[in-house]
């Protein structure tokens, strides 16, 4: 996948200009799933690594260079993984803004800081209660899990798919935050971090209080510092990025107001196409008897969709979009389940990706029970 992204990257590179863009999109979606694949193999395979090494240093009370070169390349993988994949997932998404490299350093931080402090409290309660540490994480994955499907989550095509993929996504929470589901995260954000710092708190305390006798409190006093002031250090990066480096804007502080502003203000549709929408407005009524006549002497159903060229989008920060295409789509978007949409978005958009003339993805506008709005929804996931 890794090779077939600079596959892509190098075709844009040598391509004509509507080529160029084509092959450019092609190969930011392809870097987002290598992306979530990167992410999933991290949590699975280092993560349970870094805290068996960190065990073994703790029960031996030796560490070598190479142990700790090791470890700290895992700890780093593992805050990487989670920024990268940000990254990569707002760049594939034209609906998001982008978020800039100092905002993906300040979440390495954050994801770094976090992840320390959790894999530490992880190794010094496994070095004195192996099975008591084994029982407390199939717990804390079974709650995790079940929260996440509660979440109601739209990443796979079936739902027991989903149900599998949020179980996969259960273990990444057993060590860090990883938002599943768009929208605001202020109170899962609070609750997450809020029960991490009890587990770790308990989890420190019980090994302090049973530690074996030959461990100092000349090691404990400074091995529970760590613990916590990563914590603590974790948590003051992530208020940042959200208090100053978030794309799209200060997070903390916003009127509830706000969620109540026309949902029409945060879409941007080209001139043809709101030209094209108040027109079909202001003649849905003298049309709908004639088009219903005419579709149902054919088939017996409207049409569900309708593709047509527009103007390219005004200029901005992302790529120039060569000869897009809207699909109208005369569906109400949330009358069928969450995964079929997410199949149909994705099929569609490969599909008339796949054309020699169209070099972008399309732009899929659903019909709304207020109103006609354009939905800037474009492969995010697997």
Same mark, same amino acid.
């Given at each position: ?22 092959? %450019?999109?092609k190969?930011? $979606? ?11 193999a ?12 960190l =065990? ?6 030796s ?11 895992? +700890?780093? !993988? ?5 920024? *990268? $994949? ?18 993906v ?10 992840i320390?402090a959790r894999v ?9 209660f192996q ?6 994480i ?12 509660h =979440?109601?989550t ?7 798919e ?27 954000l ?17 090994? %302090? ?10 090691f404990?006093?400074?091995?529970? =510092?760590?613990v916590?002031? !990563?914590? +603590?250090t974790?948590?003051v990066?992530? +208020? ?8 799209n ?7 509830? *107001?706000?969620a109540?502003?026309?949902?029409? #203000?945060?879409f ?5 196409? #709101?030209?094209?929408?108040l027109r *079909?407005? !202001? ?5 709908a ?7 149902a002497e054919?088939?017996g =159903? ?8 527009? #103007?390219? *989008? ?12 809207v ?6 978007r ?11 978005d994705?099929?569609l ?28 929804? %474009?492969?995010?996931?697997l």
């Open positions: 996948r890794y090779f077939h992204t600079i596959y892509l990257g190098l075709r844009s590179r040598q391509s004509g200009e509507n080529d160029r863009w084509r092959f %450019y999109w190969m930011v $979606y392809e870097y987002a799933d290598v992306s979530m694949l990167h992410l999933l991290t949590f699975l395979e280092s993560a349970p690594q870094l805290v068996l090494q =065990c073994i240093v703790v029960q031996t009370h560490l070598q260079a190479l142990q700790g070169f090791t470890a700290a390349a895992s +700890l780093v !993988s593992l805050a990487w993984a989670l920024a *990268s $994949y940000q990254k990569a997932l707002r760049d594939s998404r034209d609906d998001k803004k982008p978020i800039s490299y100092m905002a350093i300040i979440q390495f931080c954050w994801h770094f800081f976090t320390a530490i409290t992880f190794a010094l309660f496994a070095s004195v099975l008591y540490f084994g029982i407390f199939v717990l804390h994955w079974c709650i995790m899990t079940f929260w996440i499907v =979440c109601e739209e990443f796979c095509i079936t739902k027991w989903e149900i599998v993929f949020d179980m996969v996504v259960g273990i990444i929470y057993i060590f860090s935050w990883f938002n599943v589901k768009e929208g605001r995260t202020r109170c899962r609070f609750i997450y971090y809020f029960v991490i710092l009890l587990e770790n708190t308990a989890l420190s305390a019980l090994w %302090y209080l049973y530690k074996a006798p030959q461990i100092a409190d000349a404990a006093i400074p091995a529970l =510092c760590v916590f002031s !990563s914590f +603590l974790g948590v990066f992530m +208020l940042m990025y959200y208090a100053f480096f978030h794309p804007g200060p997070r903390f502080g916003q009127s509830p *107001s706000c109540c502003e026309d949902p029409a #203000a945060a941007t549709l080209p001139p043809e196409v #709101a030209t094209s929408t *079909s407005i !202001s003649n849905n009524r003298s049309v008897s004639d088009r219903d006549q005419k579709f054919r088939d =159903c409207v049409p569900v969709f309708q593709v047509r060229p527009t #103007a390219p *989008s005004t200029p901005s920060s992302r790529p120039p979009r060569i000869e897009e295409s699909i109208k789509i005369d569906l109400f949330n009358r069928y389940p969450a995964w079929e949409r997410h199949v149909l994705r099929s958009r490969k599909a008339i990706l796949a054309f020699e003339y169209s070099p972008s993805p399309p732009r899929l506008q659903y019909k709304d029970d207020a109103l006609i709005q354009e939905r800037l929804e %474009y492969e995010t996931t």
